[in-house]
Structures are given as C-alpha cells and as structure tokens.
C-alpha cells in the first residue's frame, strides 16, 4: 500500500503543544505499520489554520494524490474543520482511486461504514465549530454591553470611564456638517473647504478633507449604535467582515444625529456615486460625470478657458473630450457648457410636462430614487437568505421546525419591502426642473440621466434612467 501521511498544526497550537507535529507524525508511522501498509510519505503544514484549504503541502499532496493508495491524518480535522471541504477532498480521493483514513477516529472511505462515520464525524465537527463561534459572539457582545471594547471615540464624543460621553464643542459642528449637506446642498468637499476656513480642526488637530467628512458622515456611533467586529486587520489592510458577523448595538449612547437625518444623507452619498466627485461641490458644471465621447468612449469634462482678445477677457465653458486632453487616444472635440446644459434641461421639462404616468421615475427625487433600488436590492437578498436556509436544513444544521420559522420570518420581510416599494411607485413627486439651485439640479441629473453621447462635438444624445 503506498501511503502518504497528512500533518499539521495551526498557529496557536504550536504555541500550545510544542511536540504536535512530531506525535502525529509517530502516530501516524505507527499506524501504517500495524495495518501492514509501507512507511508513509509525510506532508507537513506548520502554522495554517483549517479554515480553508490554501496550505502549500495540502496542494501538493492533492496534486501527487495518484501517486498513493491510502492518505491518512491523526484526526479529521487536521484534513480541514469544514464539512463541505472534507467531503470535496474525500470525493476527490475516491475519483483517483485513493482511501482516506484517520487514525483517531478508527475508520477508512474503503467501507461503507467508513464513509458514513465521516459524514457524521464532519458534521459534528462543523457544528461545535459554529457553537463555537456563537460563544465567542455572545462574549463579545456582552463585553461591548458592558463597555470594555469601546476603542477610541468617533468625532463628536469622548470616551470618559469607558463610556462614550457627547463632546458638547465637537457635536455642534456635527450637527453643522449634517445642515450644510442637507439643507444648504454643500458637498463633503466645501464642507471640509469650510471648516479649514474656519480654523476647525478634526480628531487629532488634522485638517478636514473630503474623505473625512464622508467617513464621519457614515459613522452610526452618530446615531448613537454601537458596532464592534466590523473589520479585521489582513497584512496592512482593513478588510470588512460580512454584517452577519457584527456585533450591533443599538441605542448604546446618547446620539449626535437622529437616525432618519443620517439615513437621509447616507442616500445621498450613495446616490452621487455616479456623478464626478471631484466637481460635486462646485455648480459650474451641471453634468458632470455624465457626458460621453462616442469615439473613445472616454469621458467629457468640464474645462474653464479664459482668453484676452483686444484687451476683452473672454471666459469659455466647455465639456471636453478627456481621452484627447489626458490619454491622446481622440481627436480635439468639445460641446459648449451653454448648448448642452439648456438642451438637457429643456427635454427634461418636456418630459416632465408628459403623462405622469410615463414619466414617474424622472419627477422622483434622488434620494426617493436610490431608497427604492436599496429596497429592491434587499428584496433580491431574501431569495438568497432562503436558499441557504435550505441548504442548512439538507445538511442536518438546522431542524424543519427552524425552516419553518425561517420560512415565516423572510415571507414578513419580504411583504413588508414589496409593500415599502409599492409606496414609493405610488407617489406624486414635484420636479426640480424650475428650481434655480443649480447644485439641486446638479444632483438630481446625476440620478435621472444615464449618459449624454456627444459626437463630433455636434450630435448629442440623452440616455435616460430607465
């Protein structure tokens, strides 16, 4: 029987049992002798967890898997801690041929008997590893009730004998930010532009920057939630966890902002996603973002000339093909400020003045816009949600009395969004199309209009929203 050896141990077991690697490789020889097999071909992986199957000797043990007649390890989940992965590995063996053994739990995949113990074996180790985690959940979570995970504080507070407590000085000039933004139209950027004027200075005697004032802005601590477990450090990066994995608190401390303000300019900061960021904040041009050279594809921005001609200063405004200005991959073409943006504004009321009901979707406003797509999109996710929930039932993680909960409970939910849609198809918006704020105007076409081709400098063509 030719024969290959599986070991390994993780980080923190090395830490824990020194020895661990040399007892599973003895174990291991000691068993292939008993049951006559040749001395086996060791592969070893020190210091990887289980918890997926990127392991350098793993890989290479599944690559030679022809070489072998039988693979063993010590235990099962020294192969992997993952039901889904031991039966993938296993499916793989029995496809070249190849047994899988394990020595502690006394069976092999040659036997009927054998396969069916792994079965069992795999998914009551995948199941203590989920009461694991809950447990650790719970920990946490109890600790952040109690505030010991507080961390630093977000702008606005402080932390004093492990609570957050409002900074009076700081949360007036939150308040400020979320007026100028909703009320006054200021982008993140005249906003940080302005609190540098003033000589406001954020969370560590920094100045403001756009970005800044963005990530303030979506900070729920505002609204007085707590959120621990968010994200984890990989190498030099940040990198987010899935939000089932958040350990959320709600009304943990004295809010700043209440919840419907901060919704109202999360929508907003979502919906200018698609305008030009860099010019958000300035008004000169209405359609930034939105027009497209049909040549290169490239996009047109918005470019400011002056000229003195006979001691007359002349200012031009102009929507410029960036493909030729930056990558010199078109030709000089450009569409005046003056021609384009009236003509855009023009079809916008014609249209506005149609049948209603043909053209709900261009009077809506921005942030009822991008409220009914989020809606939308969590109506998408439930058919998700339900799917997995079958899959627990199927592989014996959950009980039919806990589908049928499940079941009750994503059916509530998604009545609730389809009804919330429903809402918001049904009602009448008033058009901004008269409005002389031109950063409303601004914003608003940046959520009707999908994109504005400009050929030859001449032909222009409007792609709404549909």
């Known amino acids: ?3 290959a050896l599986y070991v390994r141990v993780s980080t923190e077991e090395q830490a824990k049992q020194g020895n661990s690697l040399e007892e599973q490789e003895e174990r291991g020889r000691a068993y292939c002798k008993a049951m006559g097999w040749q001395s086996p071909q060791v592969f070893i992986d020190d210091g990887y967890s289980a918890k997926d199957l990127n392991r350098k000797n793993l890989q290479r043990l599944l690559e030679s ?3 072998f007649d039988v693979i063993i390890t010590t235990k099962l989940d020294r192969l992997s801690r993952k039901l889904s992965d031991i039966l993938s590995i296993v499916e793989f063996f029995e496809k070249h041929s190849v047994a899988y053994a394990s020595v502690s739990e006394s069976f092999d995949t040659s036997t009927a008997a054998g396969k069916l113990t792994l079965q069992v074996l795999g998914a009551v180790a995948e199941f203590e590893r989920e009461r694991n985690r809950e447990r650790v959940q719970e920990n946490l979570r109890s600790l952040a009730r109690k505030n010991r995970l507080i961390g630093k504080a977000a702008y606005g507070y402080e932390v004093v004998d492990g609570e957050y407590r409002i900074n009076v000085e700081e949360s007036l000039i939150v308040r400020k930010i979320f007026d100028w933004f909703l009320n006054e139209s200021l982008g993140p950027l005249a906003i940080s ?3 540098n004027q003033l000589g406001i200075l954020s969370k560590g005697g920094k100045a403001w920057t756009e970005g800044r004032i963005r990530d303030l802005m979506k900070l729920e601590a505002l609204t007085g939630t707590f959120i621990y477990n968010r994200k984890y450090r990989k190498g030099k990066s940040q990198v987010k966890r899935p939000s089932e994995e958040w350990i959320v608190i709600e009304d943990h401390h004295q809010p700043i902002i209440s919840k419907e303000m901060f919704e109202k300019a999360n929508q907003i900061l979502y919906a200018r996603k698609t305008g030009a960021r860099k010019h958000f904040a300035s008004d000169n041009y209405l359609l930034s973002g939105l027009v497209v050279c049909v040549h290169c594809g490239g996009k047109m921005v918005g470019r400011t000339v002056r000229k003195n001609l006979n001691q ?9 093909c960036e493909g ?3 990558r010199g991959n078109c030709f000089h073409h ?3 400020r003056e021609e384009i943006e009236p003509l855009v504004l023009t079809e916008w009321k014609r249209i506005s003045d149609a049948d209603p009901s043909e053209i709900e979707y261009f009077k809506a406003e921005p942030v009822d816009i991008v409220e009914k797509d989020l809606l939308k999109n969590k109506l998408e996710k439930i058919e998700s949600r339900w799917q997995k929930q079958i899959e627990a039932y199927e592989n014996e993680l959950i009980t039919a009395d806990d589908l049928k909960k499940a079941r009750t409970r994503l059916e509530k939910e998604r009545e609730e969004l389809i009804r919330s849609i429903a809402a918001h198809e049904n009602r009448v918006f008033e ?3 008269e409005t002389d704020n031109r950063l409303e105007l ?3 076409l940046a959520q009707l209009v999908k994109r504005i081709e400009v050929k030859d400098g001449k032909e222009i063509s409007i792609i709404w929203k549909a």
């Open 442 to 444: 601004k914003r608003a």
């Open 431 to 433: 058009s901004y199309v």
């Open 65 to 67: 898997v022809k070489d």
């Open 1 to 3: 029987m030719r024969t």
């Open 334 to 336: 450009f569409v005046h």
């Open 312 to 320: 007359n200063r002349k200012v031009y405004h102009k929507y410029l």
């Open 324 to 326: 030729y200005n930056k």
């Open 193 to 195: 532009a302005k609190l």
